[in-house]
């Protein structure tokens, strides 16, 4: 069965602090992607992987980085958490142009 | 840019009627369209996919069309149930990402 699991459902973390989403993927995927879901803007892409160590820029990127060190592993960073950064955040993965399987999503707050 | 629109966007129905609910999108040059399922507070769970060449996918009391001349989908459901309370969203693939409209929140009384 498809798995993608997000190390932690719920976040709760201070202005400026360095933050680390980690998403995990058990299906041998090539692309791994981030979003964030806020209500009134639904989902927005922040980052993209088609491949280890490769990354692209997606709608929304300020403020965020990302790393791809293992196939099977994509990680978000918030450089210096802000208020703003609140939100649910979602991983997916997906091989070449067939569906995104999504992961659980991490609630993160920022206070 | 792709703009994918959700109509409408909150729908509520009694127990066993059929639910239709619908995505439009503004450019036809799509690889595929995904319908998919969210519950509060949760991920999403993918639902159907309808490659860009074909006209329609089912699954079980799920049917998909895909009309992309026209730019339009549909979701339908037979026989609504409380669980198939939830929000859908479809999003459409092109080039490497997809575009997600905002969603119909179903509501199926039982």
């Known amino acids: 069965d498809v798995k993608v699991t997000q190390s932690s459902r719920y976040l709760v973390k201070r202005t400026g602090e360095k933050v680390f989403l980690e998403c995990v993927q058990d299906?041998?995927?090539?692309?791994m992607f981030w979003y964030r879901q806020d209500p009134g803007l639904g989902l927005r892409l922040i980052y993209f992987s088609y491949d280890v160590k490769m990354k692209e820029k997606g709608d929304i990127p300020e403020g965020y980085s990302v790393s791809r060190e293992k196939k099977e592993r994509f990680s978000l960073i918030l450089e210096s958490a802000s208020t703003n950064q609140t939100s649910m955040y979602l991983c997916a993965s997906s091989v070449q142009t067939y569906e995104q399987y999504f992961g659980p999503g991490t609630r993160l707050t920022v206070t | 840019k792709q703009e994918v629109t959700q109509i409408p966007a909150a729908l509520s129905v009694p127990e066993g009627e059929n639910l239709v609910l619908n995505c439009s999108f503004t450019?036809?040059?799509?690889?595929?369209l995904q319908w998919f399922r969210q519950d509060p507070g949760k991920g999403l769970t993918s639902l159907l996919l309808?490659?860009?060449?074909?006209r329609e996918q089912t699954s079980g009391r799920l049917n998909a069309s895909l009309d992309k001349s026209s730019g339009r989908s549909t979701l339908y459901i037979a026989a609504s149930q409380p669980g198939d309370s939830a929000t859908y969203l479809c999003a459409v693939k092109d080039d490497y990402k997809l575009s997600f409209g905002a969603g119909t929140t179903v509501t199926v009384r039982a």
């Open positions: 450019d036809s040059a799509i690889y595929n």
């Open positions: 309808i490659q860009s060449s074909q």
């Open positions: 299906m041998d995927h090539e692309n």
